[in-house]
């Protein structure tokens, strides 16, 4: 067995000084570069640095009242936890701007919906849990703890900001 394994070593080594013969050294600059590109590739996965996704527009808040919202969600990417600004305006109640902020659960699945994607604001200040149902990549839509629309107008949604 050990005879075989030193043939298909040293087959390999001879192919690859081969190959470097008639190419230059373009074979290893290849490898190089091969090499490179998967360090990198699982360096940047390992230590991605965080975003911030901001989404505004209506959302029923408080009593159902509307509000004007803005929404910063900080964290790696979509689907992974992370923190949370929100700056709430009510419309009807004339009440001065509110803020909150706090962390961001994402939540898979509601028992509807295996696939829905819920991202539930857990308030630092001892707020009531929020949560909004993603859309797509590009917006939310505020829902109760089962993850149903609390509104049916289809204006109340907040939209990503390019």
Do not use: W
Request: net charge negative; proline share 4%.
């Amino acid at each position: 067995m050990k005879k075989i394994v030193f043939f298909a070593a040293a087959s390999a080594v001879l192919l690859l000084h081969a190959c470097n013969s008639c190419n230059g050294n373009k074979s290893d600059a290849m490898v190089m570069e091969m090499e490179t590109d998967s360090i990198y590739m699982l360096n940047d996965s390992t230590i991605a640095d965080a975003q911030t996704f901001v989404f505004e527009g209506l959302a029923p808040m408080a009593n159902n009242a509307p509000a004007e919202v803005v929404l910063a969600f900080r964290t790696i990417s979509l689907n992974q936890d992370g923190t949370y600004t929100i700056t709430t305006d009510y419309i009807d109640e004339g009440l001065a701007t509110q803020t909150d902020n706090g962390d961001a659960v994402i939540i898979m699945g509601t028992a509807n919906d295996s696939t829905a994607t819920i991202i539930e604001l857990v308030s630092a200040n001892n707020m009531p849990p929020v949560n909004f149902l993603m859309q797509g990549d590009s917006s939310l839509v505020r829902v109760n703890r089962n993850g149903a629309p609390i509104s049916n107008n289809p204006a109340h949604k907040l939209n990503m900001k390019k």
